[in-house]
């Protein structure tokens, strides 16, 4: 209740909860599974209710719980999966105790750990900087530890072990732990040794050299598993202090254009590699740590101290002009991962300067419209696109009201084009296109009210121009369903009523939750017109490959306006469904082969079933305004089990259920 309560809770209440449970970790040594429940609480309090508790941790308990319970050859009874699992929750609690240890806990910390680094040849200093990263708190009460000379000290000892990719990892994260949360260091000194750092440790190749370290130093298995990150590169600690190191008129920013120039080459699809992986991690978390700042900046109390910190508008700019050099660059990448991280990345800056990477949005997206030799260029445009469709919207009411004609035609021109050209992607033959597509028209939709209300809008969401979109879109929209073939091979004879989803709805969800976004934003005008064109196809077409994208069709259109899609569409069903069971035996037809006459009935049960039992489900009045035909169908449909079980179950548990 602590952890799920949607009221404050008193912080009294939680800090005698959290004593609590730290008397019983400590108190259960060599108890796995009650120190892996109350671990695991504990992280999630922690989590909840960090700023609202004010209570000291001791490190040293923690420290020799971990030192007794795994760097000791005293296997007790337990598997290797509860051992992994207990040192993953006392681990995740330290890191999740930091911000509460007291006062001096960092002196004592490094005093503790800092022998074991005298010797960086030795095995020792693996497990010292490993301890060092898990345990060294930056909180506010231990910032008088953290001085300019014990930062040269430190980057004195990460220089001492080159060619180590756990050294390397280990000390980079430390020094970012510090770069954002110890301000009263001077970074200028420190600034062009930390980015050659960081530009060496992205392994990129040079000339003909393949990038990787050519005598790399081997750590000891047990460190390396024990002191594991969860990423395989540094990237994150790179990322977080790159964005945590500006600030105005520091030069920061020009040691990061620097850096982002020469990687800037390596986001280009036709120089990828294994390097690829660390580029996109540091791309993720460049624009996650830049974003979580401007947040913490924009709504947290600051003082006049730290309000000199603080990114200004052109802070923010000339960064997010660096950054988009990387997007520019990895928007069409063969990698999938970085394809995403670009267009994920649009999309939260398009937020922060709208001005600058709307324009860029919409050049690509031009571009990849005009090439013919590179036809997968569009697909990730689109995303790009549909990414930043809130942002579009957003950027053109503001627009509008600032009475800026030239960013409101440029935006306006982009989401007319997108939505028009994007139909051409609609491929049953190209999936990733038709996706991207549906997510585009999925993401415009979203961000409207109701249309064909009214003709007081710009010139794309007037009636007269939605009517000849939806009436190209539907065409679209019924080619690919009718081309569609399921991923299975096409069994014959009775089995081919009963076909597995496409990739409509098996790999990702954007086909059902573009159609019930779109539909339901339509006025009833411009739905009716809509749904007359859908019962004219589902009436007219049996279509044995898209049996579920055809029923979720159907679904929409019933949660849109159910009282329309009963005249046009369910009733419709029902009389198809009766008139298929006439002439129907009920009992003894598995596995016999479906009589050619009767072949066209068959189909198209299980399509009509999933039509009906969604309609019951949306709308119980339909139970009482066709209940004849209604438990007809569900009573005829329990003899055909093997047309389908799914179907049936879901029409009878639909009927059930409204009772």
């Not at 990114?311 to 923010?316: D, I, S, V, W």
Request: a neutral charge; proline letters at 5%.
């Amino acid at each position: 209740s602590f952890i799920k309560a949607k009221s404050n809770v008193a912080p009294e209440d939680i800090h005698a909860l959290v004593e609590l449970g730290f008397g019983i970790f400590h108190a259960s040594q060599n108890k796995f599974v009650v120190q892996i429940k109350w671990g695991g609480l504990l992280i999630r309090l922690f989590k909840k209710h960090v700023e609202r508790l004010s209570l000291d941790v001791q490190w040293r308990p923690l420290y020799e719980t971990l030192i007794q319970t795994h760097f000791k050859r005293n296997m007790g009874p337990e598997g290797w999966k509860v051992r992994q699992q207990h040192f993953e929750t006392i681990t995740g609690l330290v890191r999740a105790s930091r911000t509460f240890f007291p006062e001096g806990a960092a002196a004592e910390i490094w005093l503790e750990f800092r022998p074991l680094l005298e010797n960086p040849w030795h095995n020792s200093a693996f497990e010292g900087v490993g301890f060092v990263r898990l345990f060294l708190p930056a909180n506010p009460r231990n910032q008088d530890h953290f001085t300019t000379d014990w930062i040269a000290q430190c980057l004195h000892i990460w220089d001492s072990v080159t060619n180590c990719n756990f050294w390397d990892i280990q000390w980079a994260a430390i020094i970012a732990r510090c770069i954002k949360n110890s301000r009263s260091i001077e970074w200028e000194k420190f600034l062009p040794l930390l980015f050659t750092r960081y530009l060496n440790m992205f392994e990129v190749p040079i000339s003909s050299g393949n990038g990787s370290y050519p005598f790399p130093v081997e750590v000891p298995r047990n460190t390396r598993f024990l002191f594991s990150s969860k990423t395989r590169s540094p990237s994150k600690a790179i990322a977080k202090s790159v964005v945590y190191l500006l600030k105005p008129k520091s030069l920061a920013l020009e040691q990061f254009e620097k850096l982002i120039n020469f990687l800037e080459q390596f986001y280009h699809p036709s120089n990828g590699g294994r390097w690829t992986y660390s580029l996109e991690r540091f791309l993720r978390y460049l624009v996650f740590y830049f974003e979580r700042r401007l947040q913490h900046e924009q709504f947290d109390t600051m003082d006049e101290k730290n309000e000199q910190f603080c990114l200004g508008k052109e802070e923010r700019a000339v960064f997010i002009k660096v950054v988009l050099k990387l997007l520019d660059r990895g928007q069409y990448s063969k990698d999938d991962s970085l394809a995403e991280t670009v267009s994920i990345a649009t999309s939260i800056l398009s937020y922060v300067e709208p001005s600058l990477v709307l324009p860029f949005v919409a050049t690509n997206f031009q571009l990849a419209l005009e090439t013919t030799t590179a036809t997968h260029q569009l697909k990730n445009a689109v995303t790009s696109v549909a990414f930043s469709g809130r942002a579009l919207l957003l950027s053109s009411l503001c627009s509008t009201q600032s009475g800026d004609s030239s960013m409101i035609d440029t935006l306006y021109d982009l989401i007319v084009t997108s939505l028009s050209n994007a139909l051409l992607g609609m491929d049953a033959n190209d999936p990733p296109k038709t996706v991207a597509t549906m997510q585009l028209i999925g993401s415009i939709f979203s961000n409207l009210a109701t249309v064909g209300v009214s003709d007081d809008v710009p010139a794309f969401l007037q009636t007269s121009s939605l009517s000849d979109w939806l009436d190209e879109f539907f065409c679209r929209l019924f080619s690919v369903l009718q081309n569609l073939e399921s991923s299975s091979a096409i069994a014959e004879g009775y089995q081919t009523s009963i076909m597995p989803g496409t990739f409509l709805v098996e790999d990702s969800p954007h086909y059902f939750c573009m159609l019930e976004i779109a539909l339901g934003k339509l006025s009833k005008t411009l739905f009716n017109q809509s749904l007359k064109k859908i019962a004219k196809f589902v009436n007219a077409n049996i279509l044995p490959g898209a049996t579920s994208e055809v029923g979720l069709l159907c679904c929409a259109c019933v949660h849109s306006y159910p009282e329309e899609a009963s005249v046009y569409l369910v009733k419709p069903i029902l009389m198809t469904i009766m008139s298929s069971f006439e002439g129907t035996p009920t009992t003894g037809y598995v596995g016999r082969e479906v009589p050619n006459n009767m072949s066209t009935k068959v189909r198209s049960k299980p399509v009509n079933i999933c039509c009906l039992s969604s309609y019951i489900h949306y709308t119980p009045a339909a139970l009482y305004a066709h209940a004849g035909y209604t438990f007809s169908c569900s009573r005829n449909s329990i003899g055909l089990l093997s047309e389908g079980f799914g179907y049936i179950h879901q029409l009878c548990g639909s009927c059930l259920s409204e009772l």
